[in-house]
């Protein structure tokens, strides 16, 4: 836990809480997948507002080291693989996200967040299993694995 920031947390919970609530209070729901699916269709009327909260997810990102923000212990490749066998797990890890997302109708940013506040049973259902499921992972490769 060294670097835990509980203020820092609390902050990031608090924008992003506050940013997912006046999208809800749109219309419209902070869930990442939902979001750049909207993207696909070349006529949907609702691709600015889509571009626009994507530019500003990756541009946060982007900007975060740039006011000052570190990133030192952040790794491309925290397990150690092959860039061969690293690149494989990154294609077939996206893809199972694509297909999860797909088959549990959202992502974690729409149900944990977006889901859970409008006490939504199956996104809190989908929340409990994600988190659940993180908690395995977690267990199988830091036990089995040896990461």
């Not at 869930?31 to 990756?58: A, Y």
């Not at 149900?111 to 994600?130: E, Q």
């Amino acid at each position: 836990m060294e670097n835990f920031t509980p203020f820092l947390s609390l902050a990031g919970g608090l924008v992003l809480g506050i940013s997912a609530t006046l999208l809800f209070a749109g219309g419209r729901i902070a869930g990442i997948s939902g979001i750049i699916g909207g993207l696909v269709p070349p006529s949907d009327p609702e691709k600015k507002w889509r571009l626009l909260f994507l530019l500003g997810l990756i541009g946060g990102a982007a900007l975060y080291p740039i006011i000052g923000g570190d990133i030192s212990y952040i790794s491309l490749n925290p397990y150690g693989f092959a860039d061969q066998l690293h690149f494989a797990a990154l294609i077939v890890g996206g893809l199972l996200v694509g297909i999860g997302t797909q088959v549990g109708g959202g992502c974690t940013s729409g149900h944990g967040v977006c889901g859970i506040g409008r006490l939504s049973v199956r996104s809190i259902a989908a929340t409990l299993t994600f988190m659940a499921v993180a908690g395995i992972v977690v267990f199988i490769i830091r036990t089995v694995v040896g990461g």
